[in-house]
């Protein structure tokens, strides 16, 4: 099993990123995510009852075993709450199914499974959930935990003030390509697009706070037309998570 001291690094994997070098900097090129994983190092989802959002809503709820950078055992997260103050259509909901994760629950569409997780010893986390290896279809997240570094690089694609603290500061930064499209919805957070020529759209969200424990993450989904419509939701429920 392969041991990680952060898994933001991973995120360029997971989200199927590479960059092309400049000057100063990398210009990220997006790519549908890379959907191979060592066997033993698949995450593993087991039946943990159900959970309850708001006004009575329930779906079924897994606990979810990952790599850890923390262990040569799979670490498990198990739900820690029997309710998730979180408002969704009971028709969309019927549609869900929930995991444990490192950062609490996640909502994803049934029948998809959880294709890679790993958490670092630092508590960075990164997790992709998809029905196929096809890669038009999935929800990826990916946090920096506790590495300074790691949230300012990778922020720095986003937010000017994450950039201009990674130059500061020496650490590596992004330039934004002209596929990605971004609008701020706070002093956090910005919703994006990144246009792709073939294939279903991709939307996410990304999130830097220099003052948090947990500086940055990226939620990002890509779902087909039987499926678009839960895209709003499975956003929020991150946006909903920031204290």
Partial sequence: MTLRTNVLAATLLSLGLTTVALADESVYVFHRPDFKVDRQDKPVAKPAGEIELKDGVKVPVFSLAMVSGASDDKEVF?????????????????????????????????????????????????????????????????????????????????????????????FATYRRPPALKMVKLNQFIKAYNIAVSSGNPVDGLAYFNHESDYEFFDARVSLGKDNHDLATVLLNQFKDAVP
């Fill in 78 to 170: 198990r739900p820690q709450m029997k309710k998730l103050d979180l408002a969704v259509k009971p028709e969309l909901a019927s549609r869900l199914v929930a995991y444990a994760s490192p950062g609490g629950i996640i909502l994803v569409p049934k029948n998809w499974q959880a294709w890679s997780a790993a958490i670092g010893a630092d508590g960075s986390a990164s997790l992709l959930f998809a029905p196929d290896a096809s890669g038009q279809n999935f929800l990826s997240y990916d946090n920096s935990g506790a590495c300074v570094g790691c949230a300012l690089s990778a922020a720095s694609l986003y937010f000017d003030e994450a950039k201009k603290r990674a130059q500061q500061d020496d």
